[in-house]
T-cell receptor, first 113, second 110 residues
Framework: EAQVTQNPRYLITVTGKKLTVTCSQN?????MSWYRQDPGLGLRQIYY???????DKGDVPEGYKVSRKEKRNFPLILESPSPNQTSLYFC????????????FGPGTRLTVT | QKEVEQNSGPLSVPEGAIASLNCTYS??????FFWYRQYSGKSPELIMS????GDKEDGRFTAQLNKASQYVSLLIRDSQPSDSATYLC??????????FGAGTRLTVKP
């Protein structure tokens, strides 16, 4: 089954404790992206990647890191989480040509206390 | 000015009516435009994509694009209660990063 998976689905952590949210896709997509979703603000892009070892900042990259060492994986790293990073996070992937029609993962609900 | 703007709603229509959802964008060089549907507690799923001016129809859904006016719309004909969701407009900027509107919540009343 074609899918994007994320782990964990729910995470409660404390300020400053490093964490990683994993994202994996099995569709051989070049393009992968991370978003956060907050009430009233919609989806905001954090980082995206157009291929292995190619990453770029999105709209709200501060406080986040990503890596793309393999085509199928695109982990999101919060090295020192803060309460303002409490949010719902989505990973997505797509082909780049002819379209950028994205498939989204199930989401990760992160709470930083 | 937000890069992608949508009426926040909520928009309420009776079952069987046409629901009209609107979106404007600020970056004139944007090339690709998308509508996603998001049910409460779920992830967004793609409904329509449109790349050139005019209309694109897929079943009960029609996307309309007017690049000169920087305007994208989604029409849902014969609306069903199962169409009740938040609809997200997304724009792919020329440098490949995506911008989403805040979404319009649609309720279809039986």
């Amino acid at each position: 089954e074609a899918q994007v998976t994320q782990n964990p689905r729910y995470l409660i952590t404390v300020t400053g404790k490093k964490l990683t949210v994993t994202c994996s896709q099995n569709m051989n997509h070049e393009y992968m992206s991370w978003y956060r979703q907050d009430p009233g603000l919609g989806l905001r892009q954090i980082y995206y990647s157009m291929n292995v070892e190619v990453t770029d900042k999105g709209d709200v990259p501060e406080g986040y890191k990503v890596s793309r060492k393999e085509k199928r994986n695109f982990p999101l790293i919060l090295e020192s989480p803060s309460p303002n990073q409490t949010s719902l996070y989505f990973c997505a992937s797509s082909l780049m040509t002819p379209t950028y029609e994205q498939y989204f993962g199930p989401g990760t609900r992160l709470t930083v206390t | 000015q937000k890069e992608v703007e949508q009426n926040s709603g909520p928009l309420s229509v009776p079952e069987g009516a046409i629901a009209s959802l609107n979106c404007t964008y600020s970056d004139r060089v944007s090339q690709s435009f998308f509508w996603y549907r998001q049910y409460s507690g779920k992830s967004p799923e793609l409904i329509m994509s449109i790349y050139s001016n005019g209309d694109k129809e897929d079943g009960r859904f029609t996307a309309q694009l007017n690049k000169a006016s920087q305007y994208v719309s989604l029409l849902i004909r014969d609306s069903q209660p199962s169409d009740s969701a938040t609809y997200l407009c997304a724009v792919n900027k020329n440098n490949n990063d995506m911008r989403f509107g805040a979404g319009t919540r649609l309720t279809v009343k039986p």
